[in-house]
């Protein structure tokens, strides 16, 4: 019973760890965001980012769904593909980009000293997030290196 229950246990954990994600998979996921962009506007990533993009799309052209994706399916290669991106971007630009915005984040004129302090403190959270995507992100860097130049110009400028 204990080693039937461990081994549910190691084939759920390796399940959900990281999918495999192919090249075609990943130059698909990237040909629909470069398609719908236009109207969806730029990647500002965080886990729930593929969600609103299927249902933005299964409202309006359905085009996710057309390319055989399931909401799920979609999910898994979005998010793949986002978090091999995060893993590609250089760390010395990264922490850049984002010692950057920390520190417009702490001097803005518009907020308290007590709000600044949280904003950054949220920042701050978001930013072991964002080292998290890079770790898991690792598993996919093969499939998205290629794709890096067209995930740029789409992804949210908002560190910029």
Known sequence: MVLRV???????VFSTAAIALSPGE?????????????DLG???YDDEEADRWFEDDSANAQLIGKA?????????????????????VP??????KLNS???RLSQAQHLSPEQQEEVVASFDKQVTII???REEGRAYTDAVRPLVSRLDPLVSSGMD
Not at 6 to 12: K, P, Q
Not at 26 to 38: D, I, M, N
């Open 42 to 44: 730029e990647i500002a």
């Open 26 to 38: 990943a130059e698909r996921v990237v040909a629909l965001v470069e398609r719908l962009a236009p």
């Open 68 to 88: 055989g994706f399931t909401r799920e399916s979609w999910q898994e290669a979005f998010d793949a593909v986002m978090k091999g991106y995060f893993a590609l």
């Open 131 to 133: 080292h998290t995507y």
């Open 91 to 96: 760390r010395a630009e990264l922490e850049a």
């Open 101 to 103: 915005v920390r520190a």
């Open 6 to 12: 461990l081994l549910i246990a190691f084939a759920v």
